[in-house]
């Protein structure tokens, strides 16, 4: 098989038609550029150049021959490129987990800055509770993932990204959405509320569960469901209230009005950012830098 050295000599020749020029554009003598030609021609089986004493010219085979030893030149150039780009975390493929309610908003955030800053990452999002995301990251299958706390596990690193509060959402007309005031986490004893399944919205069902027994509340749980946009449908539908983070804002669900709450911690709700410690992607470090420079933001913009 003919060598990437043939080629560059044959493409060299062809622009130059010179064998002099070509050679002095190489930096080399001449000899050893007549030998390269004339091994990739016994290699290809044809002969690329007619050769005179005051000339070098194409034969027809060398003029097609030249567009697909430029074409070769360009991907072998560009794999070196795309190497040395991986290795440095310029490129590559990175698998990143996230919650649903992280989609509402900040996902969005992360996705225009990354594509801003690092077009050459391709990115494979999956939408995974936080459970899912954890056993992922552990077989490697997922490389980052954006969960609700905690991530256990000294496998795993764990770096809080920001906090956010709850809102009340209530459905139109009702007592706590018109008046001045917003309500207080007490205010909720006996109020049907649509909640969190304890099983597959853990997190969110714990968090809501300690700031009503920390103020003497007691809802009463008419629904359990995992997603906040299904949460917000049954309450517009009038089938009681809702606690939800504040990134549900961005659904604007018409007929939902959503309200801070008094008297309890203002920001309940944490997103984490985690991944392997043993994951050797160069990629993984940009993508991971990006995240938590929005999340910055994101918690400066909250203050």
């Not at 290699?43 to 034969?59: A, F, Y």
């Not at 809501?208 to 449908?233: C, D, K, M, N, T």
Request: glycine share 8%; charged share 20%.
């Amino acid at each position: 098989m003919f060598t990437l050295e043939q080629l560059e000599g044959f493409v060299a020749v062809a622009d130059e038609l010179h064998f002099g020029r070509a050679a002095a554009r190489l930096s080399m003598t001449q000899p050893p550029l007549s030998r390269r030609i004339k091994l990739l021609e016994d290699e290809v089986g044809v002969r690329l150049l007619d050769r005179s004493h005051r000339s070098v010219k194409l034969t027809p085979a060398g003029r097609l021959f030249l567009a697909d030893a430029r074409q070769l030149l360009r991907q072998s150039h560009e794999a070196a490129l795309s190497a040395r780009r991986a290795l440095s975390g310029e490129s590559g493929v990175v698998a990143v987990g996230f919650t649903a309610t992280t989609a509402y908003s900040f996902l969005e955030r992360v996705l225009v800055a990354l594509g801003r800053e690092r077009p050459q990452i391709e990115l494979v999002l999956r939408e995974m509770v936080t459970a899912a995301q954890l056993e992922t990251l552990m077989s490697g299958a997922l490389d980052i993932g954006m969960i609700r706390p905690p991530a256990g596990g000294a496998d795993l690193a764990d770096v809080p990204l920001y906090q956010e509060p709850l809102l009340a959402a209530l459905p139109a007309g009702h007592r706590f959405a018109d008046r001045d005031r917003p309500p207080t986490i007490g205010e909720f004893h006996g109020e049907p509320l649509v909640m969190y399944s304890p099983s597959e919205a853990r997190y969110f069902h714990d968090v809501l569960v300690s700031a009503f027994r920390s103020a003497g509340a007691a809802p009463r749980y008419v629904q359990y469901l995992s997603q906040v946009h299904s949460i917000l449908a049954l309450v517009k539908a009038g089938l009681g209230v809702a606690l939800v983070p504040a990134a549900a804002a961005s659904l604007h669900y018409e007929g939902v009005c959503l309200r801070g709450i008094s008297g309890m911690e203002p920001y309940p709700v944490e997103l984490h950012l985690s991944w392997h410690r043993a994951n050797d992607n160069p990629a993984l470090a940009a993508v991971r830098s990006v995240i938590r420079r929005e999340a910055a933001r994101v918690a400066v913009a909250g203050t």
